[in-house]
């Protein structure tokens, strides 16, 4: 199969190109750069040459959408909303790691990116890419959205509880932490070494991208869905994202039914891993993965649960997330060309 990844010189493009390369379905991987078409991908990434070598190329959406069978987004937003709508209708799928094609309606895209929207044709036939939700329609895509890194680990911390109508809807505070990765490559003064490390950080307090992805989905499974407080930090390390989720249950459930709830569905779905009783991941546990870790436990004194999810953002998060997509795409074994075990420590 031949593979494309556009915007390959960033975090996400290098992640993809890492786990593409040992993929036993992919025969030819194209580097697409915007800035640096001509050089080799191997002599700015020094530690990423194996043999051989990929020259970066310039886009060609013409010869992409034939050639290719399967085109990657690694890039900014406001990229994709342009680029894909000349990527499809030929041959290639496409799985665009950016928020442009995540929100159905243009005018929320618009309100919370400051960016003009995709067509609305395209979001129309764009399927939202959470596979462990979404498995039957990601199987007969032909666009995916990836989901954005925090809300894979809220969604996924969530769903169980709120697909089950078990919370009260207007209860639902996310409380999530990143790396500094998943701010992208090019530094800024917020992210800049001397600035981040030995800090903690609050950003973009009630004003996060994310928040109408999560609310998006929240509402599909559950109509009575209500706004949530969802806030962000950035934490001196480089990658992982921990969400801490409290909500109001409406009925008494112990910390076991409810694990038992999250086991059973997670059981067929082999990147989730739900802890026993009394257990919390963190996020060295799922480094370079792409597991979702869950814990949760319920406070008998509020009635509230408090539930915790982690995730590698770039892989999860990001690229490990668009190759399990690619599989289900494609047919193949989720799990294949996935690292099985973390890297520890
Ligand atoms: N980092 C993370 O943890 C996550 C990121 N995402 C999303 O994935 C996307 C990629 O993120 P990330 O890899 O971190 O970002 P980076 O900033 O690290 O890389 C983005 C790449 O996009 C390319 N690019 C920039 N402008 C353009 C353009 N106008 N046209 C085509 N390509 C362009 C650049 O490569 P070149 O100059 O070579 O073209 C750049 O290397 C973003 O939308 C991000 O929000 C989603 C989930 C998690
Ligand atoms: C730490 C950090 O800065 N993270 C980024 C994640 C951006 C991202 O992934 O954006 P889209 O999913 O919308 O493309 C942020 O909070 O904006």
Not at 93 to 110: F, H, Q
Request: proline share 6%; with cysteine; aromatic share 8%.
């Amino acid at each position: 199969m031949k593979a494309g990844i556009v915007g390959a010189t960033g975090y996400g493009g290098i992640e993809l190109f890492r786990l593409l390369t040992s993929h036993s379905q992919i025969d030819t991987l194209t580097l697409y750069s915007s800035s640096q078409a001509g050089e080799y991908f191997e002599d700015i990434y020094n530690q990423l040459h194996v043999e051989g070598k990929h020259q970066l190329k310039d886009l060609n959406p013409e010869a992409m959408k034939k050639d290719l069978d399967v085109i990657f987004l690694a890039t900014p937003a406001g990229v994709s909303s342009n680029l894909t709508p000349k990527l499809v209708g030929g041959h290639a799928k496409v799985i665009d790691l950016s928020g442009d094609l995540r929100l159905k309606d243009p005018n929320t895209y618009e309100k919370w990116y400051k960016k003009e929207p995709a067509p609305e044709s395209l979001l129309d036939q764009t399927t939202y890419g959470l596979p462990e939700w979404n498995k039957e329609a990601i199987e007969k895509a032909s666009v995916i959205a990836n989901p954005g890194c925090y809300p894979t680990a809220a969604l996924l911390g969530l769903g169980p509880v709120v697909e089950g109508q078990l919370a009260n809807p207007a209860s639902i505070v996310v409380d999530a932490k990143s790396g500094v990765s998943g701010a992208g490559k090019n530094p800024n003064p917020i992210t800049h070494f001397a600035h981040t490390q030995e800090n903690f950080q609050i950003y973009k307090v009630n004003k996060h991208q994310h928040i109408p992805e999560v609310e998006q989905q929240l509402k599909q499974w559950n109509p009575e869905a209500k706004p949530i407080t969802f806030s962000t930090h950035l934490v001196p390390m480089t990658r992982g994202i921990m969400a801490t989720i409290y909500l109001s249950l409406n009925e008494d459930f112990s910390t076991q039914d409810l694990l038992d709830r999250y086991t059973s569905y997670y059981e067929s779905h082999p990147f989730v891993r739900v802890r026993e009783e009394g257990e919390f991941p963190c996020t060295k546990d799922v480094y370079g993965s792409n597991y979702c870790d869950i814990g949760l436990t319920v406070d008998e004194r509020t009635r509230r649960v408090t539930i915790v999810s982690v995730i590698d953002n770039l892989m999860k998060g990001a690229a490990s997330q668009a190759v399990q997509n690619m599989n289900l795409l494609f047919g193949y074994e989720e799990r294949e060309g996935l690292p099985l075990l973390p890297t520890y420590p």
